[in-house]
């Protein structure tokens, strides 16, 4: 990014960053967005650890609180979680296959700009109005008893926001079945491209019945629909398996990626092979699978009968068997390896022990009988941000160091790194252990105050203490991001020097073209065999030739900001404005009418030729 | 790197203290359980968490040795090492194992606490209670005996009590920690369950449970708390009587009080009943208050005083965030604020 942004101004960047169908730009893009996203959900959990501190606290009222918690969740797992994997799997994962793009790189960037606007649409109910306040489960019977258009922004603005992410994982999908370079067999895929392909296989089934359940609400809300209204004989219950059936596989969605950034570090920084690759693979896919077998664990208390409990609770415990298989696969990675304590390392290293607590606390809201204590209490809280943070955000945060050089071409300093890494670890085991506690003494979740006198009051104020450790680590990452971009100190191909897969064979940051000639394969780990081997680089499978590449679009934009204007159309027209409906109908033609320009105008892109490859490279060596 | 291992010794005698610590109150806690309900999940909570620490052994042994045995010293190339057959099976049978240790008790349990067949039996002599859930308050309805009551559910010790839970409004969810899980208050279906509240126990909590609600439903979901008196079946027939002895409301036994009287059948009883009868449950708008003088709490949260009672009537709108009963009534001088107040905290049906 650093290089072009010297040599161009302001606005040329900006314009190539809005048109731009580069996967790796789009990964910047991603991780910039997202990153927001995830300071603007972390905010919103320091004004919660703040209003629950101490008791009767006032520092918010009990309708923001709601408000916040809601933007909360829904924030952290829709616009921080999955867009900053996004940018890693946009980044790394073609250049892991040895790809030259995605598959569909005008989709590529459809995708990010419909996240970004979904998100945009969500976040800008905290100036019209008020946010959605129903948690970010929105359960029917509340999210209509909703006043205002809270609720509505978060129906509009998920069903934008998700099909952005549905596109993008079918896009994923296409690119490793179709674009792997010769010789990268499905066995050869390191464990993140093949984490990739399993989370978006995954993601092209559980964001449907999202979809449909957003729409259900959107009709209810907006045109005067009764799917959820009991007394007219609709059904709330129908929502909740709708939401779960999603939102169960969306938390694999998330931490099988995860486990991929993991799989890839322990691996390269033992400078040892992954332990059981086969079976890690075979463990993906079985959670991935077993994922959506699993969803009504989370209405134990909702009174689907003992039958359903029982057999969905046999189920979850089931999961944890090939999680099971992979934390051993991780630390057998390491046994007999030379391992290296990077930053990145640390961070794996620490999701092990901070994952594994998180793991059997799974177990044990798997146990029907005994979930309905912990069900809705702040023991579910403590599990699910120890899965979460414990394993996802820990993930995201060594990507972040891991792969930073190959995203930017500099390397995050490691001291900086480390302090990071303290202040996290150390305020996130403070903030949540304590939770379990907490919710096993009678604490429900989702509550914006607690009483005195419930012997809650000590417990709340540790877990708060644990809160601004993080918010330390998160501001000393933002420094060092800082400093490390002004420094600018450009690193070369493989910075760790372990790099084992092929995106530590490429320059950092890659060509736009990414490879001149596509590599061939010839086992897994590729890169590390030709090193083995004595060898710079990978041996090419192909002649220096013409590189057919896409053009920059426009559209995409275009498209994405018709929905958005649409959505508050479609919002505004319960208020009987006038308006409401023309401007509906407004943005729905410029989606409509950016859609027939784009399949109208024939864009056949452009071609690399072989001399300007060939010039490029003794630039690079001059 | 002794620091290292310094730091996570303290962290587990820190861990220990804050287990040994407390489990928390006796008439809050899950892990205090006063019945046979609570009892039966704090069993299956230890075996979990038992087995669970073995697992977690196991991984902090390995991780350990690792830790210390593994770092890099030079810059030797470690074997390849593809994998291992036997090792994966180990690591694969045995949590199957540990898993079904703890699924047959769970699926027991899980069909045992859902065993509700007493209450379709006729004439069955088990006590029933009807909980409905609204904005933010309870209303507990015992159909066989034929009476109504409020925020403070009272129940008989040492019996099964079986539950039909119901939802008037939005989605809210009953739970009384120390006696047992909880279950949804659906809009769309009754859920049914059964609770023991254990005489011993209860009584080392005071005789009040503390009850709460665990679904998000508003503003004041973290206010919409109920409590639960236990006492002996003598002493909750007595109270069934008494109640059923109320026909006609109580008279007022002061002029204040009569004066107060005035002003709550003007402004008050539109919603608020003060007989335990049986009434349709949607005819039910606000909690029955019957035996209000007898109660625990205001409003289910504030102390049970004239100050706050009146407090309360003033602006409730403070106490308890989108309430039903805001602005449902004229504003009340202080005159008046006091007549109410005398006329409600002697409603009593026990002498």
């Known amino acids: 990014m650093s290089t072009i942004a010297q040599k161009k101004g302001f606005g040329a960047v900006l314009w190539d960053y809005l048109t731009t169908v580069d996967h790796k730009k789009i990964a910047h893009l991603y991780l910039i967005a997202g990153g927001l996203f995830f300071i603007m959900g972390g905010i919103e959990a320091v004004l919660i650890r703040i209003q629950l501190a101490v008791p009767n606290n006032d520092f918010v009222s009990a309708g923001a609180f709601n408000e916040i918690i809601t933007m909360h969740g829904t924030t952290m797992i829709f616009l921080a979680a999955m867009p900053l994997l996004f940018a890693f799997m946009n980044a790394v994962m073609p250049l892991q296959i040895g790809a030259r793009d995605v598959a569909f790189p005008f989709v590529n960037a459809l995708g990010f700009w419909l996240f970004f606007f979904g998100g945009l649409f969500l976040n800008l109910s905290w100036f019209l109005g008020g946010a959605p306040d129903a948690g970010w489960t929105s359960y029917a019977s509340l999210s209509l008893h909703s006043k205002g258009h809270g609720i509505d922004f978060y129906v509009l603005g998920l069903q934008i926001a998700g099909l952005g992410t549905l596109i993008g994982g079918i896009n994923f999908l296409v690119t490793i079945i179709n674009m792997r370079a010769p010789g990268m067999t499905y066995m050869r895929m390191p464990l993140f491209t093949w984490t990739t392909f399993v989370a978006s296989a995954m993601i092209l089934f559980a964001f449907p019945p999202l979809t449909v359940g957003l729409t259900l609400m959107m009709f209810d ?17 129908i929502w909740e398996h709708l939401f779960w059936v999603f939102g169960h596989p969306e938390v694999y969605i998330l931490i099988l990626p995860a486990f991929g950034i993991f799989s890839e570090i322990f691996s390269t920084f033992s400078r040892k092979r992954l332990f059981g690759y086969s079976s890690m693979v075979f463990a993906t896919v079985l959670i991935g699978f077993l994922g959506f077998m699993v969803w009504a664990h989370h209405m134990f208390t909702t009174g689907l009968g003992p039958v359903a409990n029982a057999i969905f609770a046999v189920a979850t415990m089931a999961i944890g068997v090939p999680t099971g298989i992979k934390i051993f696969n991780w630390l057998f990675t390491m046994w007999g390896g030379s391992v290296k304590f990077t930053t990145p390392m640390y961070y794996a290293f620490a999701f092990i022990p901070s994952f594994v607590m998180g793991g059997v606390t799974g177990v044990m809201v798997a146990t029907a009988a005994a979930d309905y204590q912990y069900h809705d209490t702040y023991f579910v809280v403590a599990h699910f941000h120890y899965v979460i943070v414990g394993g996802v955000v820990l993930a995201l945060l060594a990507g972040t160091h891991y792969w930073w050089p190959k995203m930017f071409g500099t390397m995050l300093n490691e001291t900086l790194g480390k302090i990071t890494f303290w202040l996290f670890f150390i305020g996130f085991h403070l903030t949540f252990f304590i939770q379990h506690f907490l919710g096993l003494w009678g604490m429900p979740r989702r509550v914006f105050t607690f009483l005195p006198g419930q012997g809650l009051d000590a417990g709340n104020l540790i877990s708060s203490v644990g809160a601004a450790f993080m918010s330390a680590g998160v501001m000393i990452l933002l420094i060092n991001i800082v400093v490390t971009q002004v420094k600018n100190v450009k690193v070369g191909n493989d910075p760790w020097g372990d790099g084992r897969t092929l995106e530590w064979a490429i320059a950092s940051p890659p060509p736009y073209y990414n490879f001149k000639q596509l590599p061939l394969v010839r086992g897994l780990d590729a890169y590390w065999l030709e090193k083995m081997e004595g060898k710079k680089g990978m041996t090419p499978a192909e002649p220096i030739g013409d590189i057919h590449m896409p053009n920059s679009s426009f559209i995409p934009f275009m498209i994405t900001l018709g929905l958005f204007i649409a959505a508050f159309g479609a919002m505004y027209h319960v208020n009987d404005k006038p308006w409401a409906i023309p401007l509906l109908i407004f943005g729905l033609a410029v989606t409509f009418g950016s859609m027939l320009v784009r399949s109208f105008k024939d864009d056949h892109g452009y071609h690399i030729h072989k001399e300007e490859l060939t010039q490029d490279e003794k630039g690079a060596k001059a | 790197m002794k620091r290292f291992a310094k730091w996570r010794l303290i962290s587990l005698f820190a861990i220990l203290a804050l287990v040994l610590s407390g489990c928390g109150r006796p008439y809050l806690s899950s892990l205090r359980p ?69 699924a047959v008790p769970t699926v027991a349990a899980t069909f045992k606490l859902a065993d509700v067949k007493e209450m379709d039996k006729k004439n069955s002599k088990a006590l029933v209670i009807n909980v409905r859930s609204h904005l933010y308050w309870w209303d507990f309805e015992y159909p066989n005996e034929k009476i109504v009551t409020s925020q403070d559910l009272v129940v008989p010790t040492n019996e099964k009590v079986y539950f039909n839970l119901k939802s008037l409004d939005v989605k809210h969810s009953f739970w009384i920690p120390a006696v047992g899980g909880k279950l949804d208050t659906n809009t769309d279906n009754i859920n049914r369950f059964w609770l023991v509240f254990d005489d011993k126990r209860a009584n080392e909590a005071g005789n009040l449970f503390y009850g709460k609600c665990a679904e998000l439903c508003g503003p004041s979901h973290a206010l919409m708390d109920f409590k639960v008196k236990a006492m002996s079946r003598a002493d909750f027939d007595t109270w069934v009587k008494d109640m059923q002895a109320v026909k006609q409301p109580e008279k007022a036994q002061t002029d204040l009080a009569a004066q107060g009287q005035e002003i709550f059948n003007k402004s008050c009883i539109g919603c608020h009943a003060v007989t335990p009868e049986d009434k349709p449950e949607a005819a039910r708008l606000a909690p029955n208050l019957t035996n209000f003088g007898e109660r625990s709490r205001i409003a289910g949260i504030l102390d049970h005083n004239k100050e706050e009672l009146k407090n309360w009537i003033k602006n409730p709108e403070t106490y308890k965030p989108g309430n039903e009963m805001t602005n449902k009534y004229p504003a009340m001088t202080d005159e008046q604020l006091d007549a109410l107040a005398e006329y409600l905290m002697g409603l009593k049906v026990q002498d």
């Open chain 1, 221 to 237: 809300r907006l045109f005067g629909a009764n799917f959820f209204d009991v007394t007219m004989g609709g059904n709330t219950i």
């Open chain 2, 34 to 102: 006063a019945g046979e309900v609570a009892d039966i999940q704090y069993d299956l909570m230890k075996l979990s968490t038992w087995i669970m620490v073995g697992v977690i052994i196991v991984v902090l042994i390995i991780f350990t040795i690792v830790f210390f045995r593994f770092r890099r010293k030079d810059d030797r190339i470690p074997k390849q090492v593809e994998g291992s057959h036997t090792l994966e099976i180990i690591w694969t049978v045995i949590p199957i194992l540990l898993l079904l240790i703890l």
